[in-house]
């Protein structure tokens, strides 16, 4: 048997098999699973197997119940001579049972093992960021693949991290040439994304990180820098730009998550700022340009995400961040 990925917290394999089934029925109680019902139409069909109603001959049965006394997102799959029984907490705890069903049933495979899996995950949300703003922007049947592989591994977050990449309608001349994702493709995407249990969460920069935009002429107002730089230059001009890009991309979503960026901001009070970074501090001012974007956000109905980096830098300031609807990120790289 091949390890399952992620390892599940209990794992016993147990005597016999399962004759891999050709004709299934599915047998259900607590509650629709849409997903994980739709997971396990995909699974039979790459099997070559059909799925048809109870009591039919020479027909496997699984018993698929939710509301099991599991942690959230907690699974039981237990495979036996005699057929397939899921318990589940919740309908996500389904969805995962028949994603590691799927990797007990290998292509061509004669039989399945007899096993007893339970599992549940230690964090609620996991997730992939996708840098598509520095390299070649993947195509739709790339981002559906990624998907694909995110949710074989349960993991149920999805962000395209965006800087000049997304179609802004008023914005050509900073997305030309840059293969954009337009609002229709994140739309089907996102659609995509939820239909197998991801959930796929905007990403704009709204700070630091403004290179592509704050190089052409008519944004350069909008600098830290007169010659453009990388950096928006903090006040309500800024956050009324940013204010009109959200307005564009959140409808694309149905998260209610979006994480702003606002790292390595470098720029700020090198420039037309520095008069006030001198007075109040740097840390002052990068945060009093934040909570304009926290505040807009949580009016929207939003939970922000940012990185932590630069109030980082001034603990001092940290206890004056809202205490809810915001979370901080910390970036950790691993070189291999």
Known sequence: MNPLLPIPRELTRRAGSLAAPHRLALVLSGGPCPAAEAALEDLLAARGAVRCASGAPDVTTCTLHVGADLPPEGYSLEISETGIDIAACDPSGALHAVRTWAQLWPARS??????????????????????????????????????????????????????????????????????????????????????????????????????????????????????????????????????????????????????????????????????????????????????????DLRSRGRHTEFWGDVVLQHPELIGELPGEGITALALSLIHI
């Open 110 to 295: 004669t039989a399945l093992p007899a096993v007893s899996v339970r599992d549940w995950p230690d964090f609620s949300r996991r997730g992939f960021m996708l840098d598509i703003s520095r390299d070649r922007v993947p195509t739709s049947a790339e981002l559906r693949t990624l998907v694909d592989r995110m949710a074989a591994l349960k993991l149920n977050v999805l962000q395209l991290y965006t800087e000049h990449t997304f179609a802004f309608r008023d914005h050509e001349t900073v997305w030309r040439d840059a293969s954009p994702l337009t609002a229709q493709e994140i739309r089907q995407l996102d659609r995509y994304c939820a239909a197998r249990g991801v959930e796929l969460v905007p990403n704009q920069n709204s700070f630091g990180h403004m290179e592509r935009w704050l190089r052409h002429p008519e944004y350069r107002h909008l600098a830290e820098r007169e010659d453009g730089g990388g950096c928006l230059v903090p006040g309500e001009a800024s956050a009324a730009f940013v204010r009109s890009l959200y307005d564009e991309l959140l409808p694309c979503f149905e998260s209610r998550r979006i994480n702003i960026g606002c790292d390595e901001t470098f720029d700020l009070g090198k420039g037309r700022s520095r008069d006030a970074c001198d007075a109040h501090g740097v840390g002052r001012v990068y945060l009093s340009h934040v909570q304009r974007l926290f505040e």
